[in-house]
């Protein structure tokens, strides 16, 4: 599959202007707090990363989370006249699936329009008790581009999973965006470089030409518990070695930052060097922050000057320690960040060998079952049973069961149709720790019958 970025040369869009040029650019992300934290510290917070933004070119947008702190979080549309004119750069708006459905979502978008909002983030939303329906980050994609508006539109990726099933997944589904009309791919947040190159060699090879935006976060001393669980955000983990060297750096006090500063920047350096097109700084809350990270990462960019030197560099600091324990630990090619020279040899990183989870005979024969019967079709007492037996669950399927191997999709907590959303455990289990993924099941079931391209299809 070709997916080719189209260039628009008669566009005032600052932000796909700076992605066309091919300049490594930064975004800078504030993540909204609850409406009752305190206003007047925020506009505070907002105003300094302005006022720093509008003086550094390499700042090319600033981004605002939707959701994120909770139900409550403030409303970006408040903030987004104020980043307009304070920094002259555009606001990228996340828009949230929590809490929408088709008819909500596309409302939300046109006010944002109306608003006059152009760059948008589509995701899903992690689980949240506070909501009980979640609209599918493809489908606000598809919203956006049917509202014909002039929307640039953003799309997540989660490149920081570890076993067959999870991470093939991820990629399937960030294609099916890209397919829907995403303009540019946003990553999870997490620390495994590996990753990060896996995620550029994977749109190498499937010819994929769209513009990749590393998420970094600088590690803070708040940080360190959810280290200690071995998982940050939802659907990202860590390994054990690497909770514990970020532990004893805890343990150094007055040293703690300077080294999450070197290791941000490292990361930033890393991005730039192995091909991303910019960064997304999330976890900063003061214009003296994003000016400490920007300025030390330019100098270091002066630093290194091949990828080579960059990895040795990455690795040294890392004690060589791994980034993901011993029981999951799949990554799709081999020998990645083993640069040999000035930049990486296509020959060394190649595809290693992948096995998606065994399909258990009885799913087998389940779904051969369903298949031939075409339970899709059966209505009434006889559709419940069939439907019970065969795809897990009675009720009437969200989508065409032939479309999802015959997994009913309403076993997932979000009843997301598109693809699995980032959040899914180290073991491949839902976000919810209840159950496996179901996106899971259909990728081991689609792999045996040679339904894989089905899953990069936004149009089931
Ligand atoms: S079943 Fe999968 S896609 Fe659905 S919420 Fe759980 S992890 Fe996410």
Redesign the pocket.
Known sequence: MTVQYKMNFNDDNLLRQRLQSAQFMFLAEYKLPAKDDNVSRVFEEVNGICEYSAENQEIAAISLTDKLSSELSLDPLELSPKITSRSGKPPIIHVSGKGHDVDSVRERLASLSSEGINNILAVSGH?DDSYDRYCDSVEIIKQAKLLEKNFFIGAAVNPYKYRVNDSYGQYFKMIAKIKAGADFIVTQTGWDMKKLHELILFTKMRDIHIPLIARLSLISEEDGQNFSNLGIDPGVSVSREFASLIQREMASGSQFMATQLKRLCLQIVGCSLMGYSGVQICGLRTAYELQTVMETAKKMMGDFRTVREWSDEWNAFHHGIEMVGSAYNFYMFRNLLSFKGKSDSEDNFQLAEAAFEEVSLSDQLKYKIASVLSIETKKGFGGRVLRRILSGDSDEAILDLSKTQYVSLN????K?VYG??S??QLNGD???GE?S????ERISLAALNNELDNLEDPDV
């Open positions: 689980l076993k997932c907590p979000k997301l699995p959303c959040g899914s839902c976000e919810n159950l993924c179901v996106h899971n």
